[in-house]
């Protein structure tokens, strides 16, 4: 159980006992104060009855009952007052923890009054409030399971939904909510379908800006095929040298664009074959150096390890020219590539890759604040094509400066694509091309 369910299902739990204590204390107060009112009413009543019965006594032979007396001084002045009128009968308690209660009544020229003590928290009160504790001790500890139960029931399907969450946010295949909370209809079914409300909507999102994309992108193909071969035809000029340059550039964007639709069509598969993994890397460099993106001794290679595996070549030539190109753009010399087995790591010595980029992975367009040249889709096709090839791309920045690239290849490639791309520390900031 995560910590947060738990501090949900303890604060929960918590409230329903404070709430089950607070009106077992309220219960408990009202009947402890509603035998209390009943001792001193009965009390008053038999007073009652004591002087009624000492002034018949007195009427009819003469003489004093029930330890009546007569015109006693120690009466209250506002029971004596009460009992002006011939006849006239009344009680009074007064005292706190003992009380006293008088009874007086009028016969004749007279005023007969009894007085007797008592303490209304007897023995019987004391009982009564045992029996109100434990009872109040029963019911919060029932209310306190009750509220356990209860509320790790509603963590449990917040947990879940939490992680069906995270694992779509990560990559996973779309799952609804409302399936895995249930079809209850309260706060978290309501909660569930909102969620699923908007996760569909920037699915359709999502969806729109690939068709977008991939739309632009084969439109602008043709166009800029044409610019390409008719810059080509211009006469050597510094002006025409900028053309074809640009021209060049734009197409190469497009074919990018075109690549990442594919990518994000979800329908590329890797064709493997058993190849030299080592063989692949030296590959990529060397034509790299050939053509002239790669300066002559800017990157290393050092393979290592058993390089036999099998994979798709075109796919790792794409992930790793991809990585290098990165890295001789944005970072800084010596570039590194280290082939160790099914694992090649691409590190350089510049400023290290941007916070947001580690933290929320390559996406496309994305420029860093120094850098408004490049086009960002570089990594987001690396993460694509190893996607296909069921590698992961890790990305960070390690302790000793500069920015690593790290593609691990699957052991067998019947192995599940990840979808993910995991970050490090950001402890510098750039951004991919």
Partial sequence: MSRRARGLRGRIATAVILVALAAVAALGVAVHLLVLREQVDTARRTAADRISAAVDVRTATGLLAFDARVDDPAVPAELRDAVRADGARATLVTGGAVRTVWAAARDGEVVLSTRTRFVPADGTVAQVDRAL?????????????????????????????????????????????????GERHDEVGALADAVDAMAARLADRVRAEQRFTADVAHDLRTPVTGLLTAAELLEPSRAADLVRDRARALAALVEELLEVARLDGGRERALAEQVDLGEVVHRVVRRGVASGEIPEGAVTVRTQGGAGVVTDPRRVDRVVSNLVRNALRHGAPPVEVVQDGRVVEVRDHGPGFEASLLREGPQRLRHSRTDRDGHGLGLVIATGQARVLGATLALDNPSGGGALARLRLPERPSDPPHDEVTAGSPDRERTGA
């Fill in 133 to 181: 504790l434990l009872a109040g001790a029963v019911v919060v500890l029932v209310a306190g399971l009750v509220g356990w139960v209860t509320a790790g029931r509603l963590a449990q399907r917040l947990r879940r939904a939490a992680d069906t969450a995270r694992g779509v946010a990560s990559g996973d295949d779309p799952t609804s909510l409302r399936r895995v909370v």
